[in-house]
């Protein structure tokens, strides 16, 4: 998905800003070197004449006599970088400079983007999602399967937990590597605190590195936004257009804590359109819940159910809660010092 028209024009901005700070400083040392350098402002203005001079030759001059201009001109610019250099000040000190000498700033090298307006989309799509914080932490390269026990065997998978976390990595390493062209979908259930948030969160940060759009909303922010969207008349038709849009459109929506919204028939229908209008559009979306099978059945349409059962990969896991492993080993360890 491409970034919308406001999203690239804040993108622009900065970019302007960046321009025009750059100016601001080389207009400042100009006026640095003007107070400290008397004879280089008058080499400057030499210049200047002998520019508009050589630019009229070049249309009634002659070849020989633009040449001579060229040679005057550097005679005079070499002048003016061994004033600088005897003052103390860098040959270059009044050359423009740019963040990015590459594109000088504009974002653009020709018509193809440059790669700091890339590392820009991939930064701002972190803070539009976000999660910028957590995902320092909660990536894959933080996987631990060591916190899934190997010792018993679970009756609904008929794996240990940890041969059941490998299984699910492999998955999700997929759905990553394979993000572009197969456009999978994901239901991770199973009970609190087995890992289903962390491993969205591993998905979601290859996404944003890769410049994808990501949406992360939990049930009750996805449905209050919703709510405000249809009911709230303070929202004006381009806020919901675009919010909608959004949800509708990213690359990737990933909805955690599915089931701990208050269900009705409002939340019910706007999530069987959200899944439905995804599934049309080729968007992938990833659910988490701690919602059984018989609970999903129960709680929600049958049309929806049918939507999330067939058409995406249902991914079931199991284990100790590992928040709770995780504060005892922190207790452990504290109590070894």
């Known amino acids: 998905m491409q970034l919308q028209n406001d999203q690239y024009n804040n993108l622009y901005a900065q970019y302007n800003e960046t321009q025009l700070k750059n100016n601001r400083l080389l207009l400042d040392r100009k006026r640095e070197i003007q107070n400290a350098i008397p004879e280089w402002d ?3 203005h030499i210049i200047a004449e002998l520019s508009v001079k050589m630019a009229k030759t070049a249309f009634d001059g002659t070849k020989a006599d633009v040449k001579q201009l060229k040679r005057d001109i550097s005679v005079i610019t070499r002048k003016k970088e061994m004033l600088l250099t005897q003052h103390g000040y860098p040959a270059d000190y009044l ?4 963040d990015c ?3 000088q700033d504009t974002g653009y090298i020709g018509n193809e983007k440059c790669h700091c307006f890339q590392k820009r989309i991939v930064e701002y799509l972190y803070e539009q999602s976000n999660l910028q914080e957590i995902l320092k932490s909660e990536n894959f390269s933080h996987f631990n399967e060591e916190y899934y026990p190997d010792d018993y065997i ?6 240990t937990p940890r041969d059941n976390i490998r299984n699910i990595h492999e ?18 259930y199973g009970n609190t605190g087995v890992g289903k948030t962390f491993l969205t969160h591993c998905i979601a940060k290859e996404a944003l590195d890769h410049s994808h759009t990501v949406v992360y909303l939990t049930a009750l922010e996805l449905f209050d ?17 675009a919010v ?10 990933i909805l955690d804590d599915l089931g701990t919204e208050l269900n009705n028939s409002f939340t019910s229908s706007q999530l069987y359109q959200v899944i439905d209008t995804r599934l049309v559009r080729r968007r992938s979306t990833i659910i988490s819940t701690n919602l059984s099978f018989d609970d ?10 049918s939507r999330i059962t067939s058409r995406y990969s249902l991914l079931k896991l199991t284990g100790d809660d590992i928040r709770l492993k995780k504060a005892i080993f922190t207790r452990q360890a504290l109590s070894r010092k």
């Open 296 to 305: 999903l059945r129960e709680q929600y349409s049958e049309r929806i159910f």
């Open 171 to 188: 998955t999700a390493l997929f759905f990553c590597d394979h993000f572009d062209e197969s456009h999978d979908n994901l239901l991770l």
């Open 95 to 98: 050359q423009p400079f740019f």
């Open 154 to 159: 679970e009756d609904t998978t008929g794996l």
């Open 244 to 253: 909608v849009s959004y949800i509708l459109d990213c690359d990737l929506l």
């Open 42 to 44: 008058e080499l400057d």
């Open 225 to 241: 936004l919703l709510e405000k969207n249809k009911f709230d008349k303070a929202w004006s038709s381009v806020e919901k257009s």
């Open 101 to 103: 000498p590459d594109c």
